[in-house]
């Protein structure tokens, strides 16, 4: 569909040390691993034929990249959200971060202020990239 995310890069220190971390996470959410490049990792999701949909490289930062920490209010990436099937999908990706000792921004919670409905799980990744996986009905 015209508009929809084709893939997304995301820049990290080093995308080997956060492979466990993003494979536990991307698995859950229905991702595969397709390759490893120079630079990083890539992951794809596939629809019902088996095609590619959307894909997420993982890659390393630059060598003066790696010394800053991520601040999602400069100017780039404030977060990535997913959609989730239900408020219990949401509740399984959280219980599995647990699992993981990812970092908990903020746990599974209804955030009516965004819509009603709303039911999300904040975390960071390695890096300090803030991710969400959100159920609205």
Same mark, same amino acid.
């Given at each position: 569909?015209?508009?929809?995310?084709?893939?997304?890069?995301?820049?990290?220190?080093?995308?080997?040390?956060?492979r466990a971390f993003y494979e536990a996470v991307f698995g859950f959410l229905g991702y595969r691993f397709k390759k490893e490049v120079e630079r990083g990792?890539?992951?794809?999701?596939? %629809?019902e034929a088996e095609?590619?949909?959307?894909?997420? #490289? &993982?890659?390393? @930062?630059?060598?003066?990249g790696?010394?800053?920490?991520?601040?999602?209010?400069a100017p780039g990436l404030h977060h990535l959200a997913w959609r989730a099937r239900s408020r219990a999908d949401v509740d399984?990706?959280?219980?599995?971060?647990r699992r993981l000792g990812a970092t908990i921004l903020d746990?599974?919670? %209804?955030?009516?202020?965004?819509?009603?409905?709303?039911? #999300? &799980?904040?975390? @960071?990744?390695?890096?300090g990239l803030k991710l969400e996986f959100v159920h609205v009905p």
């Open positions: 569909m015209r508009g929809t995310i084709d893939h997304l890069d995301l820049t990290v220190r080093d995308p080997w040390s956060s990792l890539i992951w794809e999701l596939l %629809d095609r590619a949909v959307c894909s997420i #490289a &993982v890659m390393r @930062a630059s060598e003066e790696r010394i800053h920490r991520h601040d999602r209010y399984a990706l959280y219980a599995l971060l746990p599974p919670a %209804d955030y009516p202020q965004y819509e009603p409905g709303y039911y #999300a &799980v904040f975390f @960071a990744d390695p890096d």
